[in-house]
């Protein structure tokens, strides 16, 4: 390691260390809300054997559900390997939601990219969108980096829009995430003048990140995936959905059928992981969290355009860093990748990638395809040219990987 960077590294930890007190405090919370729904749910060894074939009204995937929805503060929930992804969890939920003539609303600007072609708005065009479905949609922009309330209120007073989609991490925006705070003050809001519409949160990269999560503040439902926060790097698959008991109800009949709903879908050895993962996320999301305080600092230290900053409020475990250049950007993104424990010696490089407009590049040597709870960096390629990291399943492995794609990216200056 540079002798410089060394030192700054030293100097970036000193200066941390309230910081990461914060940290480990809501870990704590976190940590204690967990257990109790275990312990409250009579979690027991039963519940830890699997399903095959229908799964029919299975024991342990129940009980997994229950903590959940305990967890959250839910009526109900839905937590299904069968849901493979946050994208596929979040189509599930508004086709289950929406019907022909409804209107979305997200209040949060432009969704996630792959988002977009769910709801039919991107350049890739699908037959199956929800526009194809002749769902329609609409979005009101965030304002300094809020809601504009305002905005939001005067367009619910026509009691026309069925749903309010409220993303909470940034997606590949410019913008900030947002604070569990900041979506209490807007659902208030909403209520004072439309009771009726369903309000649903993209909850992706922000359980555990706070100590609230979006059902126990007013929001309808909630969607994210166990490749992510909750999974803890531990879990190979799956998804949820928390929320309103008819709302789950609606969902279950999609993912399976009309009159099955929750009672099928085998959990196929899956139970283990799922608890295990759960179990331990509050102290992953803790260590991902630092990996990307500590990522912050040093990078803002070395004049790099950072968000957030170190000592902002964290809404979710992403960090992003403007690189500038197309080279930086992938030298970086290659770095991470050699400071994985899996496929370090993997070079990535741009390319197309299907639901994204531009070429994308990522870098994620995890134990888990596709899990963003592990250190993993990505961007697309258009200017300023942002990474975005994300996870960490350890401080420790986290700060080894942030130094390599330092190192490497300082090769190429």
Known sequence: MDKQIKEKTKNVENGLKVIFKKIEDICEKNSEKVLQAFQECNLQEVHLNSSTGY???EAGRNKIEEIYAKIFKAEDSLVRTQLISGTHALAVTLFALLRPNDTMLSITGQPYDTLQTVIGTGKEVSNSSLKSFNINYEQIELKNNDFDIEKIKERLKGNDIKL?????????????????EKIEKVITEIRKVNKEVIIMV???????????????????????????NLGAGIATSG???????????????????????????PSLNQNPLLLKGLFFAPNVVANSVKTAVFASKLLEDLGYKVEPKYD????DIVQTIELGSEEKLVKFCQGIQKGSPIDSNV??????????????????????QGSTIELSCDGPIREPYIAYMQGGLTYEYGKLGILKAIE?????L
């Open 164 to 180: 309010v989609e409220i993303q909470r991490s940034r997606g590949y925006s410019t913008r900030k995430s947002l604070t569990i």
């Open 347 to 368: 070079i990535p490089f741009p390319s197309d990638m299907g639901g994204y407009e531009d070429k994308v590049i990522m870098a994620a040597g995890t134990f888990t």
């Open 312 to 315: 902002e409020i964290r809404a």
């Open 202 to 228: 993209d909850n992706c990269y922000g359980e555990f990140v706070q100590d609230r999560e979006p059902i126990e503040i007013g929001a309808d439902i909630a969607v994210g995936s166990l490749m992510k």
């Open 55 to 57: 799964g029919i009204d």
């Open 239 to 265: 998804a949820y959905i928390v929320g309103r008991r008819d709302l789950i109800q609606l969902c279950a009949e999609r993912l399976t059928s009309p009159g099955i709903g929750k009672e099928i879908g």
């Open 408 to 412: 490497e990216m300082q090769k190429s």
